[in-house]
């Protein structure tokens, strides 16, 4: 059974760094071609694509966020480590992680199980 | 950047059958994939590949794709179908990235 889950702060202030941890379960980042990914939604708004890493370490970033962007994995601990630098208040949003499933060693391109989201307020 | 255009809403009757459309340049050349999320939840995949159905999703959802628009059906629509569906696709057209739609809000009345 395939489970994520998001953990970081609820609130951050303007300009600061945001680092989110997704901790998951039922599956290994070791696996080719398996990954993890982050998306996001704004209140009311439609989902966002942020950045994907995999389990060769390749990373792909949203062109729009790139510079502001990174994400590492931990094998070891089943976790996916993601930062957003210099944080705006339209960065307020629910914060997904998701599980990139892989088919005969290859990735796929949908995301299969995700996790329940973590609501993060940038306000002064 | 490559761009998926769903209307934002939909409406449709009990027991109806609701088409809701993605569109993108050449889409039939991509695979699509879709995902449903009612409020407050997290999104749940419905259809991927086109056209394939995750475990544990009804044999009421369905999908197609050709052309510049791709589409999933809903037949015998339920009261509990009522959310937001979100199109996907992953776009290696330039700077392979993942591409969500804007996402159609299905009201069933």
């Known amino acids: ?124 | 950047s490559y761009v998926l255009t769903q209307p934002p809403s939909v409406s449709v009757a009990p027991g109806q059958t609701a088409s809701l459309t993605c569109g993108g340049n050449s889409i039939g050349n991509k695979e699509v994939h879709w995902y449903q999320q009612k409020p407050g939840q997290a999104p749940v995949l419905v259809v991927y590949d086109d056209s394939d159905r995750p475990s544990g999703i009804p044999d009421r959802f369905s999908g197609s794709n050709s052309g510049n628009t791709a589409t999933l059906t809903i037949t015998r629509v339920e009261a509990g179908d009522e959310a937001n569906y979100y199109c996907q696709v992953w776009d290696d057209s330039t700077d392979h990235h993942v591409v969500f739609g804007g996402g159609t809000k299905l009201t069933v009345l």
Not at chain 1, 46 to 56: G, K, R, T, Y
Not at chain 1, 94 to 99: G, I, K, L, R
């Open chain 1, 1 to 124: 059974q395939i489970t994520l889950k998001e953990s970081g702060p609820t609130l951050v202030k303007p300009t600061q760094t945001l680092t989110l941890t997704c901790t998951f379960s039922g599956f290994s980042l070791n696996t080719s071609g398996v990954g993890v990914g982050w998306i996001r939604q704004p209140p009311g708004k439609a989902l966002e694509w942020l950045v994907i890493v995999s389990s060769d370490d390749d990373h792909r970033h949203s062109p729009s966020l790139k510079n502001r962007l990174t994400i590492t994995k931990d094998t070891t601990k089943n976790q996916v480590v993601f930062t957003m630098t210099n944080m705006d208040p339209v960065d307020t949003a629910t914060y997904y992680c998701a599980h990139r499933p892989s088919q005969w060693g290859m990735p796929t391109p949908y995301f299969d199980y995700w996790g329940q989201g973590a609501l993060v307020t940038v306000s002064s």
